[in-house]
């Protein structure tokens, strides 16, 4: 394992918050998702059980799994199986806080890229320029208020 659980951890923590803010957060929550899935199975994180989530979709209460890598708690869709063999926790729990972490999106992505065998895209985002940029008027309105002023 080339990476440290607390780090991998620290970077899903930091592309979850992210991914709470961002337009098109699908990237970011796939991201979270394999990388907890990963850890499952590799037994490097545990399922603590089922919580009810905060905002319900189209008006029904569902439930979320909350996960634990090193000292992070992170809630995922549970899959049909987690009803059956984890137990239901109730409403969400304000002692499961997670740590405070300073890092970069970019290198939290990068840490879980490397974590998933998946290639790291460094200027995932082309921005369009735009053709024509119109030219500056700063310092001129001035200007051309008193040339259409003279002329009359």
Excluded at 11 to 26: E, G, Q, S, V
Excluded at 101 to 122: G, H, N, R, Y
Aim: charged share 25%; proline share 6%; net charge positive.
């Amino acid at each position: 394992m080339s990476r440290e659980i607390s780090e991998i951890a620290k970077a899903i923590f930091i592309i979850n918050r992210h991914a709470k803010t961002a337009l098109k957060p699908d990237e970011l929550y796939s991201m979270k998702k394999q990388a907890i899935d990963k850890l499952l199975t590799d037994k490097q994180a545990k399922k603590i059980g089922l919580h009810f989530s905060r905002q319900p979709k189209f008006s029904k209460q569902h439930s979320t799994l909350l996960v634990q890598v090193d000292n992070y708690f992170f809630h995922i869709p549970p899959n049909k199986q987690d009803f059956k063999t984890e137990k239901h926790l109730g409403d969400l729990d304000q002692n499961y806080r997670n740590p405070k972490t300073v890092m970069s999106l970019k290198q939290a992505k990068q840490i879980i890229c490397d974590f998933l065998d998946i290639p790291f895209e460094a200027h995932h985002h082309n921005k369009q320029q735009p053709k024509y940029y119109p030219p500056s008027l700063l310092g001129r309105w001035n200007y051309s208020y008193y040339q259409n002023n003279k002329r009359k």
